[in-house]
């Protein structure tokens, strides 16, 4: 392997938007997600519309849904 190329590898803390956070180790020493395995829709078992900037509404506003 070449030399002075990779990245540093620090101990990192992961930080999700619900508030859940976690240490590892990863190339930033900190890192911001939107969603983890704690509030995904996927892995919790409930069905959510995650809508950002009014995606949702301005979809059924175009298409005459009510």
Same mark, same amino acid.
């Given at each position: 392997?070449? &030399? !002075? #190329?990779?990245?540093? +590898? $620090?101990? &990192? /803390?992961? /930080?999700? &938007? ?6 590892? *180790? =990863?190339? !930033? =020493?900190? $890192? @911001? ?8 829709? +996927?892995?919790?078992? %409930?069905? *959510? #519309?995650?809508?950002? =900037?009014? *995606? $949702? %509404? *301005?979809? !059924? @506003? @175009?298409?005459?849904? !009510?």
């Amino acid at each position: 392997m070449k &030399a !002075k #190329i990779h990245p540093q +590898y $620090v101990d &990192a /803390t992961f /930080t999700c &938007a619900c508030g859940n956070s976690w240490q590892t *180790r =990863a190339t !930033k =020493a900190q $890192v @911001r997600l939107d969603v983890c395995s704690k509030c995904h829709p +996927y892995f919790t078992g %409930e069905q *959510r #519309i995650m809508d950002t =900037a009014g *995606r $949702v %509404e *301005r979809f !059924k @506003r @175009r298409y005459g849904m !009510k």
